[in-house]
T-cell receptor, first 111, second 117 residues
């Protein structure tokens, strides 16, 4: 089993749609959680950190369920510019801080 | 926001040569930097954790004698791919976590695309 697993994708949605990405992690001792966005042939860029209380940033909402070891990202009112790969990232302190990336979910938003 | 640079941004070399990639934190100090590799259509794979003033910690399956890491200062880490072969062609990305911040947020460099002929 992979340490961080994401929806396989790709997701093809029309502009204005709401889309949800899911992610599960296997290390129950994980302490920090993030969603990153990666455009083709570019480095990942932090989209948002994820907290147990849930957090929202404009059209983006992230949720963390520690009991289920599950993370989600909701994008409302999708824009063409949201087309990218979304990476679920989990950090843990096991002999030093280390982050594990999910394989990513590709999103295509169509006009 | 914090800025991380990488140099070179791309490199093409012959098989058997060594290539050095630099990762710099431009406006913050980073005790720890990370090196990742990403093959086409795959996710980032952590190769090693670079610690300032001490030996790097390599992930399982990553040859430490092939991928030499030096973290000589709080703003610079280098990755040297020794005796590169075509299978080493990949996108190499570094990241750094600001020492002064209490969060685990990493800031990524723009990546170095290595092509070995």
């Amino acid at each position: 089993r992979k340490e961080v697993e994401q929806d396989p994708g790709p997701f093809n949605v029309p502009e204005g749609a709401t889309v949800a990405f899911n992610c599960t992690y296997s290390n129950s001792a994980s302490q920090s959680f993030f969603w990153y966005r990666q455009d083709c042939r570019k480095e990942p860029k932090l989209l948002m950190s994820v907290y147990s209380s849930g957090n929202e940033d404009g059209r983006f909402t992230a949720q963390l369920n520690r009991a289920s070891q599950y993370i989600s990202l909701l994008i409302r009112d999708s824009k063409l510019s949201d087309s990218a790969t979304y990476l679920c990232v989990v950090g843990s302190y096991t002999g030093g801080f280390k982050t594990i990336f999910g394989a990513g979910t590709r999103l295509f938003v169509k006009a | 926001g914090a800025v991380v640079s990488q140099h070179p941004s791309w490199v093409i070399c012959k098989s058997g040569t060594s290539v050095k990639i630099e990762c710099r934190s431009l406006d913050f100090q980073a005790t720890t930097m990370f090196w990742y590799r990403q093959f086409p259509k795959q996710s980032l794979m952590l190769m090693a954790t670079s610690n300032e003033g001490s030996k790097a910690t390599y992930e399982q399956g990553v040859e430490k004698d092939k991928f030499l890491i030096n973290h000589a200062s709080l703003t610079l880490s280098t990755l040297t791919v020794t005796s590169a072969h075509p299978e080493d062609s990949s996108f190499y990305i570094c990241s750094a976590n600001p020492t002064s911040l209490s969060t685990d947020t990493q800031y990524f460099g723009p990546g170095t695309r290595l092509t070995v002929l």
